[in-house]
């Protein structure tokens, strides 16, 4: 097995899929020649043509709609988002056309909307947002946000693979950041699947992409005290693992649920929902959240660094949780 | 053009059914048999029946509401409409949508969404996807003028434009837009000249006239599929009722009214077929007959079609769910 990046294991993703189906092509802006702003598919153009890596106008809604279009004739199209930011101009598309073609008509939409989000880069409020929340309550779409470089990989492979329209969010922090055993050849990762990254005993941490490094850390300064934390990395955001959420909340009986988007109706506020409608009865303290402030991300760096949750944040929540 | 008798009656065949569906759907609606919003193309006829009769079985097309005629063409049964109207589950969509809001992948018709000019981009991916693969298949996609003031409109044209992709774009202008007139809609004189802007060949023709609907259809179909890129055609008609069925429409000056039931598009295909003596008064009885029987019987078919069970909304939200 080889140790590659983030970046590298979605490239492989993407690289593999188009050699093993035709109908796999890419779109999005400056992807074609240039090899796109973060350079994920550098070396495609000269591999695969103009018309599989193919460079759009700045139209997000037109080019998301074009996808949908090439997926209910057959293909299967990738579409890049520069950054995930810009996916709001392609919202009507995604929410009114891709989720619904499937239920209302019998539409299959088979198509992977990559959109690299999150913080930690000073991009300010329009290149570090993490849109995830906005397609939540979204029936008809599936949602993933892979966390390392293996899950990165195989759930790409498996997104194109699916027959519906699956947003596929890369952490950009992540992306050159983040090394890990990639397997040779093909492997997928199921979407709708959970994953434990760390077992422990004590408190279920339940989170996703850049923060499952965040609860990492803070498990790690946790050990000393004798608290100890299961991460729970939850992989595939819509449809959410239900049992692999509960099976932890079954063995730490603790619950904090760490994420990066504004506190308000994010991931965490349904995670808490589901355990207190199921789980109440194994709870032994209040479910916690961790996460971004209720504001736009902000640039100057002392701002950002006090918006992104830290591992110290973790660390406070978990020894208040832990003294139920 | 030269088109052939067969032809000519198929296209008033479905002229004639269109309007018999509609009136149909309008008096099941006002005795409150047809819930939520029944909109027709009552005087549009010849826009949707004739861009979709122009089309090779392999076509594809991306329709809005007032397209009716374009889904009988393609083959969605009157039986299949009328059920769709009243919610059952032998409709087009088996009662998860109402009215217009259909599609059928296996006919080549994509369903329409709502929001307006959506379906432009959608139909420039199909037809994207036809360039990558070779074939020489196009997309055709139709929406109103009120549409045409949408981004997803302007953004479709030009990478259309761009790709040079077998796409042919329709719009149906009929002069309102719910209850905005045409002056208040844009700046410009003619909906084809914001084609212009993107590069795009464009047409205006009579909308009321099918023949003239089919024949610049062709025609771009043909460019098309020749590889010359997408064309615009701007079909001038008249919105002859309400809105919808519930709008008594009294924004609209009657004089404009009185003027367009002149030009209508069922009367003007008579005058033609019966003037170049292609068909006979008889023949046009016949297809007059057999219309309101296949419309009776769709009618019938949809009242003793079963609902729907209600538990199986939660069926189909995925193609393949997890
Ligand atoms: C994006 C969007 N906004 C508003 C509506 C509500 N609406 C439905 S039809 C219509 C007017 C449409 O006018 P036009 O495009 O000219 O088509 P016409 O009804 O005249 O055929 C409006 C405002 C809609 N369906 N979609």
Redo the contacts between chains.
């Keep these: 097995m080889a140790e590659v990046t983030y970046l590298e294991a979605i490239k492989q993703a993407l690289d593999e899929e188009m050699t093993r189906d035709n109908n796999v092509?890419i779109l999005g802006e400056d992807v074609g020649y240039y090899g796109g702003a973060f350079r994920v598919t550098e070396g495609f153009y000269e591999k695969y043509g103009q018309?599989?890596v193919?460079d759009?106008?700045l139209?997000e809604?037109?080019?998301?709609?074009?996808?949908?279009?090439?997926?209910?004739?057959?293909?299967r199209?990738v579409v890049e988002m520069q950054f995930a930011d810009f996916i709001s101009c392609a919202f009507?598309?995604i929410v009114?056309?891709a989720a619904?073609?499937?239920?209302?008509?019998?539409?299959?939409?088979?198509m992977v909307i990559r959109a690299p989000f999150g913080g930690f880069v000073h991009g300010g409020a329009f290149h570090s947002a993490c849109p995830e929340t906005w397609f939540f309550n979204v029936?008809?779409l599936?949602m993933v946000a892979p966390s390392d470089p293996y899950d990165a990989k195989g759930l790409l492979k498996a997104a194109i693979r699916?027959?519906?329209p699956v947003i596929y969010f890369e952490h950009k922090f992540l992306y050159r950041r983040i090394k890990g055993e990639v397997p040779e050849g093909d492997y997928l990762v199921?979407?709708?699947k959970a994953k434990v990254v760390r077992e422990g005993k004590d408190i279920s941490v339940i989170t996703y992409s850049a923060m499952v490094h965040t609860a990492l850390e803070a498990a790690q300064a946790l050990e000393g005290e004798g608290i100890s934390l299961e991460i729970v990395d939850l992989r595939?955001l819509l449809?959410l693992d239900k049992e692999g959420i509960y099976a932890s909340v079954r063995k730490t009986n603790r619950v904090i649920i760490l994420y990066e988007t504004p506190r308000t109706g994010g991931v965490g506020a349904e995670v808490a929902a589901l355990i207190s409608e199921e789980m109440f009865g194994h709870l032994d303290g209040p479910i916690l959240r961790v996460s971004a402030p209720d504001t736009p991300v902000p640039y100057s760096p002392p701002f950002e660094e006090f918006y992104l949750p830290k591992a110290e944040d973790v660390i406070k929540a978990a020894r208040k949780l832990a003294a139920y | 053009m030269d088109i052939s008798k067969n032809d000519l009656l198929q296209l008033y065949y479905y002229l004639k059914l269109t309007r018999r569906i509609e009136d149909r759907v309008t008096a099941l609606y006002r005795q409150g048999r047809i819930l939520g919003g029944a909109w027709t193309s009552n005087g549009m006829e010849a826009i949707s029946v004739g861009y979709a009769y122009a089309l090779e079985k392999e076509d594809v097309i991306a329709p809005y509401f007032r397209d009716m005629g374009a889904f009988l063409v393609r083959g969605i049964t009157p039986q299949r409409v009328m059920a769709q109207y009243l919610g059952k589950k032998t409709g087009i969509t088996g009662g998860k949508e109402g009215n217009v809001h259909a599609g059928d992948i296996h006919l080549g018709v994509f369903g329409f969404p709502s929001h307006l000019a959506d379906n432009y981009p959608v139909a420039v991916g199909a037809a994207l996807s036809f360039k990558i693969r070779g074939e020489r298949r196009v997309a055709a996609a139709c929406t109103g003028e009120g549409g045409t003031s949408r981004g997803d409109f302007h953004e479709a044209l030009n990478m259309a434009s761009v790709w040079k992709v077998p796409v042919v774009f329709f719009c149906n202008n009929n002069q309102y837009a719910y209850s905005t007139p045409f002056r208040i809609q844009m700046a410009v004189k003619d909906v084809a000249e914001r084609a212009k802007a993107y590069a795009i060949p464009s047409e205006i023709v009579d909308g009321n006239d099918v023949v003239a609907v089919y024949s610049a259809a062709k025609n771009a179909y043909d460019r098309a599929r020749k590889g010359e890129g997408p064309t615009f055609i701007e079909c001038k008609t008249m919105r002859m009722h309400g809105h919808s069925e519930h709008d008594a429409a009294k924004y609209v000056p009657r004089e404009l009214l009185e003027e367009w039931k002149k030009k209508d598009p069922i009367m003007n295909m008579e005058r033609y077929l019966l003037s170049n003596k292609t068909a006979t008064e008889e023949e046009l009885k016949g297809i007059d007959e057999r219309v309101t029987k296949e419309v009776d019987e769709a009618e019938a078919f949809a009242e003793k079609s079963p609902l729907p069970e209600g538990r199986d909304a939660l069926e189909g939200v995925y193609a393949t769910p997890v």
């Excluded at chain 1, 080019?63 to 004739?73: P, S």
């Excluded at chain 1, 619904?100 to 088979?110: D, E, H, I």
């Design positions: 092509f018309w599989r193919l759009t106008p139209s809604s037109g080019f998301t709609g074009a996808a949908i279009g090439a997926a209910l004739m057959g293909m199209p009507d598309q009114s056309v619904k073609n499937n239920y209302r008509w019998g539409g299959k939409t088979p029936p008809g599936k699916d027959d519906d199921p979407l709708g595939t449809p």
